[in-house]
């Protein structure tokens, strides 16, 4: 794996597609992205450094005007963020999502445009439907509709749509969109998140199916992984939560619920990714990945 000749690629674009500003490795660029396996929207901080006045009065009024709009004509602005290695397979995409907020301050000697998002915070924040269904309705049925309504697609690379169950009494579903595929896929025994836009779901206590990142010192980790100590430790190791953190040179393939390998002399075996952070600045110092993982039977 080469990790070298670092890319990077931001474009902000409205709820149509067109290109409002677009950005790259030559401006100084710095990048927080979280990402978790709650249904909780995942979030990132971008800044983006001394910027002409005309880009930044662009933004500043695209932003304005789509803040002025209404609820029901207001078109969430999106924004992608992709980096990796020129060397290896260039700028991948790490996260997308919609605007919420955006401020230019002042450090000197720097002007800071900060930008916050969401991964799918506005169809999260926004989104309320009422369904009905009868006797026998197959929960993926039920799934898709809610994924639908969200204007979002389930990610067919993680899902296990092939779980599914009846519903021998039917269901009355009213409320936020996202409580409602809280409700569906806990009684199916699956969880799920929204990641780059998209719903990945896998079974409760199990991975995706997903080919498995390997994490060794040859392709980017860090130091060794370090052992958390969480709820059920007790001296006699029995009952413990099997969870790592670790920092990985940046790792663009991460997506929450698909598996690890450790390859080190200190452990070995498969995790699932239970959050990620990516962090990096196109002037700075190393482009890096800090992620939690657990062993998959402990996923809920």
Known sequence: MSLFNRVLNLSIETAAGETVLLFDESFKISFSVFKNSSSNPNSATIKIYNLSINTKNVLKDVFKKNQQLSDDEKPPLHIYLSAGYGDDVGATL???????????????????????????????????????????????????????????????????????????????????????????????????????NKIRIAPQGLATNEPAIVLASDTGLIGSPQRLQTAGFDAMNTNVVDEYKCKTLLLTGVAIFRLVEFRTKDVTGFYAIRSAQHTGDTYGSAWTTDLDVIDPKFLV
């Open 94 to 196: 790490i996260f997308s999502g919609n605007i919420t907020d955006v401020y230019t301050m002042y450090q000197e000697p720097d002007y800071i445009t900060n930008i916050s998002c969401y991964d799918g915070g506005v169809t999260l924040r926004d989104t309320f439907l009422n369904i009905a269904y009868q006797n026998g309705i197959d929960s993926n049925v039920i799934i898709k509709q809610i994924a639908n309504a969200m204007k979002t697609s389930i990610d067919s690379a993680s899902v296990y749509l092939d779980k599914n169950f009846k519903l021998a009494n039917g269901i009355s579903l009213s409320g936020k969109a996202k409580d409602l595929m809280d409700n569906i896929t806990q009684r199916g025994g699956l969880q799920w998140t929204i990641e780059n």
